[in-house]
């Protein structure tokens, strides 16, 4: 089946897109760029990079703005899926929620409305098996946002996730209650290389937004394929 990867350049979209990839064909990247930091649906960091990563793996992107409005926001990923549906005819989309009922109804039911399949393979997944498989399947995964007690910016922000940082979050779960993988927005990611990839980001210039010790994002400034 013809798919869209709804994604904002993160490790769940990606990697459930790798998951997708073994049965189903990947035929474009969508996704929103929100002007609301807060956005429900859509994460905001460094979400201009999508280009970059839909150019590694040589594949269209559909790329279109949202005021991320709570209900709202919904009305602008039917307009990109619209634009995926007839411009590159696909049949569903694969995106990667992991835990939040309110992504998963809402990709669902816009899905149903518009004929569409909703792909979600990481759905309840363990997220300690599925957080080993992203180092094990050379997903070089960066944190470019935290916001949670138990992360510090010098500890996690820009930070590549390996064996070190993957200890470190499982003792801030322990003491803190954080989400291992981050589902509940305690940090955010950017995949700089994986497996569907044919180049991989290189990041040449890029500031540190520090809000408190335990808030804050790595914006990237200039990053090229290599």
């Not at 459930?16 to 969508?30: G, M, P, Q, S, V």
């Not at 009305?75 to 998963?104: P, T």
Request: hydrophobic fraction near 40%.
């Amino acid at each position: 089946m013809k798919l869209g990867i709804l994604t904002s350049g993160g490790k769940d979209s990606l990697y459930a897109a790798y998951l997708a990839a073994k049965t189903h064909k990947l035929e474009c990247l969508i996704s929103l760029k929100s002007e609301n930091p807060e956005s429900y649906m859509f994460h905001v960091p460094n979400v201009d990079l999508v280009e970059l990563q839909a150019k590694a793996m040589e594949l269209p992107l559909v790329l279109e703005k949202t005021k991320g409005e709570k209900e709202k926001e919904l009305e602008d990923l039917k307009r990109a899926l619209l634009i995926a549906k007839e411009k590159y005819g696909i049949k569903g989309i694969v995106s990667g929620a992991l835990a939040s009922i309110y992504q998963k109804t809402r990709i669902e039911n816009i899905c149903k409305k518009m004929d569409l399949a909703s792909l979600i393979p990481l759905w309840e997944i363990d997220q300690e098996e599925y957080m080993e498989e992203l180092i094990k399947k050379e997903f070089k995964v960066m944190i470019v946002g935290i916001a949670a007690h138990g992360l510090s910016n010098k500890e996690f922000l820009g930070k590549i996730i390996g064996e070190d940082i993957l200890r470190k979050l499982r003792t801030a779960k322990e003491k803190y209650k954080i989400n291992l993988a981050g589902e509940g927005g305690e940090f955010e990611t950017l995949v700089l290389d994986c497996p569907l990839f044919k180049e991989r980001l290189l990041i040449k210039k890029a500031t540190k937004k520090i809000e408190k010790s335990y808030i804050g994002q790595y914006i990237v400034k200039e990053a090229t394929l290599i």
